[in-house]
Antibody, heavy 124, light 107 residues
Framework: QVQLVQSGVEVKKPGASVKVSCKAS????????IIWVRQAPGQGLEWMGW????????RYLQKFQGRVTLTTDTSTTTAFMELRSLKSDDTAVYYC?????????????????WGHGTMVTVSS | DIQMTQSPSSLSASVGDRVTITCRAS??????LHWYQQKPGKAPKLLIY???SLHSGVPSRFSGSGSGTDFTLTISSLQAEDFATYYC??????????FGQGTKLEI
């Protein structure tokens, strides 16, 4: 079945980096973009960035510019999110999701398949 | 940047109630608006895309409407499994996206 499987729990110290993986299966990886979203404890969803699985173009939320890098490996159908210079308020669940175009007449992109989430805890 | 504001932030209701959640965009976004449901400890699930189209497998008691800046998600008759947090998301500014802050639906 179509699914995204993410890597496991991470515990990091302030200033470190984390790299979360998101392995896709059940569909043609290069035909769908991937987005990353995070959710701090008790908070809402925050879109972090987007990567084209076709040509590796990326777009990031301004607040993460310079600190986050999204990549893909088409040979393993895996997307990656690396976040550097971690701070305590980066503690959150990080989700990857597939971006699907529901109507080609306009930017009708919605996120139809989600990973289960990866808990990243930043603590000294 | 396009800001999305949901109201209310939380809502108490009972099984069988009709419930409406509102999402307002800071500028006109056409019908490029989508709704998600999230239960505690789980990933969000897509309910509605394009403001009013029901995603595959979503019960027909869910409906969406609106265009421009004002949108609503309606649950016609609440079921126990509908108690969750609901988020709207705009894709007008693709590939940059924004979610609303969420509406927690409680018993």
């Amino acid at each position: 079945q179509v699914q995204l499987v993410q890597s496991g729990v991470e515990v990091k110290k302030p200033g470190a980096s984390v790299k979360v993986s998101c392995k896709a299966s059940g569909y043609t990886f290069s035909k769908y973009d991937i987005i990353w979203v995070r959710q701090a404890p008790g908070q809402g969803l925050e879109w972090m960035g987007w990567i084209s699985a076709d040509n590796d173009n990326t777009r990031y939320l301004q607040k993460f510019q310079g600190r986050v890098t999204l990549t893909t490996d088409t040979s393993t159908t895996t997307a990656f999110m690396e976040l550097r210079s971690l701070k305590s308020d980066d503690t959150a669940v990080y989700y990857c999701a597939r971006s699907r175009l529901f109507d080609s007449s306009g930017p009708q992109f919605a996120f139809d398949i989600w990973g289960h989430g990866t808990m990243v805890t930043v603590s000294s | 940047d396009i800001q999305m504001t949901q109201s209310p932030s939380s809502l108490s209701a009972s099984v069988g109630d009709r419930v409406t959640i509102t999402c307002r965009a800071s500028q006109s976004i056409g019908t490029y608006l989508h709704w998600y449901q999230q239960k505690p400890g789980k990933a969000p699930k897509l309910l509605i895309y394009g403001a009013s189209s029901l995603h595959s497998g979503v019960p027909s008691r869910f409906s969406g409407s609106g265009s421009g800046t004002d949108f609503t998600l309606t649950i016609s008759s609440l079921q126990a499994e509908d108690f969750a947090t609901y988020y709207c998301q705009q894709s007008y500014s693709t590939p940059s996206y924004t979610f609303g802050q969420g509406t927690k639906l409680e018993i």
